[in-house]
């Protein structure tokens, strides 16, 4: 199978695993995987739960679109991934209940929306900014990407929901899964004592286990 016919493949299986499991509803998100000769898109306006592997958008390497249906409108927030980010081959955004909820809350930190509160999250998802408010489709969201310098893998928009950059569409999903839990527990912990991983935890984790 070509790489792409299998990254085809694997984007559809991924979108529906998500879909099914309530990591998305309705035509909520869109996930990116990259390919030697261009980004594929999931189309705008289409469930993550029937993504037709043949449909799924292809933008070349000067961002044109040359296949499929129309791409997502958020082609620029993904593509600002791709750009900032050389070790990133897949990029999922998603609606998920409770990081969209952390992208909302008045008082999460803008710098570290996700403190280290596991260290499974530490590993998959690490450091994650809030990007500020802009309109779905935007271009300005890829400005405010671009402005990270690829320094996150992963961003809550405010008042949107998470995007999670990985290596590959399984890395990037897994990333997507583990912020969601942690946010969820983020907010079911509020207003309790919580003990959070030290600085010296969190540089162990690192030098462990690296940038998976
Ligand atoms: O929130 C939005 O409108 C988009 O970010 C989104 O999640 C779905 O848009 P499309 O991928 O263009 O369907
Ligand atoms: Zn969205």
Redesign the pocket.
């Known amino acids: 199978m070509s790489i792409e016919r299998d990254l085809r493949e694997q984007m559809s299986t991924l979108c529906a695993s998500l879909y099914q499991r309530g990591f998305s509803v309705g035509?909520?998100?869109?996930v990116s995987a990259r390919l030697p000769d261009g980004i594929l898109m999931?189309p705008?306006?289409?469930t993550l739960g029937g993504i037709d592997p043949d449909k799924i958008s292809k933008l070349d390497l000067n961002g044109e679109h040359v296949s499929g249906d129309r791409p997502?409108?958020?082609v620029f927030l993904h593509q600002a991934f791709y750009d900032t980010r050389p070790e990133a081959g897949a990029v999922v955004?998603l609606?998920s209940t409770w990081a969209t909820a952390l992208s909302c809350l008045e008082d999460t930190d803008p710098d570290d929306c996700v403190p280290p509160l596991t260290p499974y999250v530490v590993m998959r998802v690490g450091r994650v900014k809030l990007v500020p408010y802009v309109k779905?489709?935007d271009p300005k969201s890829g400005d405010l990407i671009r402005d990270l310098n690829g320094a996150y893998g992963a961003v809550l928009l405010a008042n949107?929901?998470p995007v999670v950059s990985g290596k590959d569409l399984f890395s990037a999903g897994c990333a997507a899964e583990e912020l969601e839990e942690t946010a969820k527990l983020l907010v079911a912990l509020r207003g309790q004592k919580t003990r959070l991983l030290s600085n010296a935890d969190v540089m162990d984790l690192k030098a462990t286990f690296g940038n998976m």
């Open positions: 035509t909520a998100g869109n999931t705008t306006n289409a997502t409108k958020e955004h609606h779905p489709g949107h929901g």
